[in-house]
Nanobody, 114 residues
Framework: QVQLVESGGDLVQPGGSLRLSCAAS????????MKWYRQAPGKERESVAL???????NYVDSVKGRFTISRDNAKNTLYLQMNSLKPNDTAVYYC????????WGQGTQVTVSS
């Protein structure tokens, strides 16, 4: 069965960095676009970044120049490098694969606060 397991969330000060990971299994990871979403308290879930099977990337405007999505197909792992973090980056971050009906991980909490 498809599994997506996120890790790497933490409490970090403004201006700090974190790297999130998403370990994938149960499908041919290298063949699929992978996405990161986030959901802040009281807000709708929003798309943050995506990476296609060929390595093309796209980002929401609010994170451009600060976040970098990448993938290691040999390890079936998706990453999100987050730099220059701001308080409004605080959210639960989820990875998602549009395989079949679509699958979500359980999420990892990122809190940016002094």
């Amino acid at each position: 069965q498809v599994q997506l397991v996120e890790s790497g969330g933490d409490l970090v000060q403004p201006g700090g960095s974190l790297r999130l990971s998403c370990a994938a299994s149960g499908f041919t990871f290298s063949s699929y676009t992978m996405k990161w979403y986030r959901q802040a308290p009281g807000k709708e879930r929003e798309s943050v970044a995506l990476i296609t099977s060929t390595g093309r990337t796209n980002y929401v405007d609010s994170v451009k120049g600060r976040f970098t999505i990448s993938r290691d197909n040999a390890k079936n792992t998706l990453y999100l490098q987050m730099n220059s973090l701001k308080p409004n980056d605080t959210a639960v971050y989820y990875c998602y694969v549009p395989y079949g009906s679509g699958y979500w991980g359980q999420g990892t909490q990122v809190t940016v606060s002094s």
